[in-house]
């Protein structure tokens, strides 16, 4: 996820949202055994629910079928399940996915986002959850930045490389407000290459002519030296949720439940290598 907000045509936020709305009030019914013995102990907005703020960008997070999916649905599911309570998906922009988690209207937030020094000055943020890499969208398969070079080269505004892809190539960098316009250039070939969070890259791009790859690390680029590590924004007052979150993030990193919920969204083994948590600026 970009640093504060995610690329997001309106129209099709808007579309998704309503679509989330339906999905979100089937989950009010119970799915909870009346003997479940919750491995953690900690309050919600509401007794028994855990309220989760759903945006819409898949791979991550993101309504299919009218039911919410995605890697960061699988994790929440998961911590929910682990402590006997149901959940509660409530459509959330990205712009009031934090103001909604400060304010307690949400218990915590998912959809790829960053472990930054800001946010986390305005919410608590939990361990880290997976790398979101740089994905390079071409035809022949670039696993370099230097191959950048002399390319027409598109990425999405507010990312973290986007400052040093300017550096790098000057005129020949074109910076789009969402992956919708990104898409529809690089398909077009109004660019020759895309640059786009790999996951999005891979999710957009599936059965295409393109080939989405990582690249090299390069210290031209930061990002592809220190990818940035994602996380579940929740609230500054509830640190025993955030301890139970920690404590079963670690669990499903151990138990290899990351890689295999990565592997189920089409993301490599590689994303679960997170490191120690760290803060970006």
């Keep these: 996820m970009k640093l ?38 900690f309050s919600t907005i509401n007794k028994g629910v855990l309220t989760v703020g759903l945006t819409e960008i898949p791979p991550f997070s993101y309504t299919k079928d009218g039911k919410p999916t995605g890697v960061d649905v699988d994790i929440a599911s998961d911590f929910a399940k682990a402590n006997c309570l149901n959940v509660k998906y409530e459509p959330v922009a990205y712009s009031s996915a934090v103001p909604s988690v400060q304010n307690n209207r949400i218990d915590l937030t998912i959809g790829d986002w960053y472990r930054t020094k800001a946010r986390s000055e305005v919410v608590n943020l939990s361990a880290p959850l997976y790398l979101d890499e740089l994905g390079v969208i071409s035809t022949d398969g670039i696993t370099s930045i230097q191959q950048l070079k002399g390319k027409k080269v598109g990425t999405i505004d507010g990312y973290l490389w986007v400052e040093d892809l300017r550096k790098l190539l000057g005129a020949d960098l074109k910076v789009y407000p969402s992956s919708v316009e990104l898409k529809q250039d690089v398909e077009v070939g109004r660019v020759d290459v895309g640059i786009d ?79 120690e948590p760290r803060l970006i600026n």
């Design 197 to 275: 969070a790999y996951g999005t890259a891979l999710y957009n791009f599936k059965d295409s002519k393109f080939k989405v790859t990582t690249v090299t690390p390069d210290p031209a680029v930061t990002a592809t030296v220190e990818p940035a590590q994602t996380t579940l924004p929740y609230g500054k007052n509830n640190t025993e949720l955030g301890k139970a979150l920690d404590e079963t993030i670690s669990e499903l990193h151990s138990s290899g439940r990351i890689v295999e919920i990565l592997k189920n969204h089409g993301l490599p083994d590689s994303a679960a290598e997170v490191g």
């Design 4 to 41: 504060m907000s995610r690329p997001v045509a309106a129209a099709t936020l808007a579309a998704a949202l309503a679509m989330t709305a339906t999905a979100c009030s089937r989950n009010a019914e119970s799915t909870v055994a009346a003997d479940c013995k919750p491995a953690h102990t």
